[in-house]
């Protein structure tokens, strides 16, 4: 009767893993076609990123705290909070995008449950590129011209390397990742740090046209959402209210999906903490604490049949981050987000006298962009 118990447990977490193992991994926005030897890994990898592609949302509702009346001698000067751009300005950055997911089994039994198949699956990949503004309008919206100069991606599933690409190796030359270099492509960004649009990216998509896995990578890495996403400063407030004093705060509603656990909002609040000068320029230094929201209850209310499966879980989270600013320039000299949440589920009647077995799973999201000249 008790093994009966354990085998009712671990076929509910092998079925909870084979519906999780439809989502982790991007960039791709379309399946892609590898070498016979990978197609099963590179079709899993493709299904994964479709499923838990965060969804690409403008900033929402920002809020700035009132702070009690001060004397006019006793208040701090404000400071913009803002992008500035000039025509044929040119800056270099590093972004840095992950996405990981694993699964492991815990507990007494001899082996794992029949089909279950852990480890991590995910992608990491870091581009450098030069961006050149080209025209700023009247509302301050820059059209810029992005080249890219570098490139690492690397792709898992189930602790399965199925990808690892450098430009810098001599031996990666020739993938068609490779002819991604010196490839340029165009978007719109305004001084709130939002990609309003990708102009133009025909000639670089043209250029690494193809049936592999590598070329349909590349492709994915010049689709409209991940360039977006790639180039979007997610930590600086709306127009009207980026006049701000060292202590202010302000906020804005990020929603992630994660497959059958459900959807969840989160509230990323920023706090101004200080403004130095830092090798005679102006800088900002603000932090970010994200908490679960309420504010988008009822849209997800809808997804609510996918996410009573995790009200099994225990569920524990950390979502932090960070923004420097150059104010004289109005450049990003950093910034960066880490969302880091993980599900835990134990065997409610394990044997007599024995570590009862568990079902461990998180997921991680990681963005960050540096100014590197």
Known sequence: MRQTRICGFVVSCVICLLLLAAGCTRPTEQAYKPEPESQKAIETQVKIEEAVKPEVKPQETIKVEVKPEVKPEE????????????????????VVTEIEKSVKWEGPLPKEPFAFKGGVTGNRVEMTFTQQIQSVDDKGNAVAQIEIKELKYLGK?????VMDFDSTREKDVNSPLHKLIGQSYTIEIAPVGQVLR???AAQAKTAVEGNTAANKTAL???SPDIIKERHTIPGLPAADKNQLRTGDNWSSIKTYSFDMMGAKSYERVYTLKEVKEENNRKVAFAE???????????????????????????????????????????????????????????????EAGKEPAALRMTAMRFYSIEKID
């Open 75 to 94: 208040q701090k000067p404000t400071v913009q909070l803002a992008l500035k751009f000039a025509a044929d300005d040119s800056t270099t950055y590093k």
């Open 157 to 161: 599933v189930k602790d399965n390397v």
């Open 198 to 200: 990708v102009v133009d």
């Open 220 to 222: 994915a890495l010049l």
């Open 288 to 350: 970010m604490k994200a908490v679960p929201s309420s504010e988008m209850a009822e849209e997800l209310h809808k997804e609510q049949a996918a996410g009573l499966f995790s009200k099994m879980f225990d569920n524990t989270e950390t979502y932090s981050g960070r923004l420097k600013l150059d104010l004289d320039a109005g450049k990003v000299k950093e910034h960066l987000e880490k969302l880091q949440t993980e599900w835990v589920v134990v065997d409610p009647n394990p």
